[in-house]
């Protein structure tokens, strides 16, 4: 699985970073930062539930 952001998109809202911390994380910045692009096996449900949960639909992820 591979992550892309729509940066244009995103409002950093932090969403996803409460779902799959391990992949998404918003900083102090205020700006949403991808930890991973690759995400493992074991991050997949995370990253998926994240990218649905999205408000602005601005992950996508393809296989």
């Known amino acids: 699985m591979r992550v892309r952001v729509d940066y244009d998109l995103c409002s950093s ?15 102090d910045d205020g700006f949403l930062y991808l930890l991973t692009e690759e995400p493992g096996d074991d991050l997949a449900e995370g990253v998926r539930e994240a990218a649905g949960a999205c408000p602005n639909g601005a992950i996508f992820l393809e296989d």
């Open 13 to 27: 809202n932090a969403v996803c970073m409460g779902i799959a911390p391990e992949v998404f994380e918003v900083r």
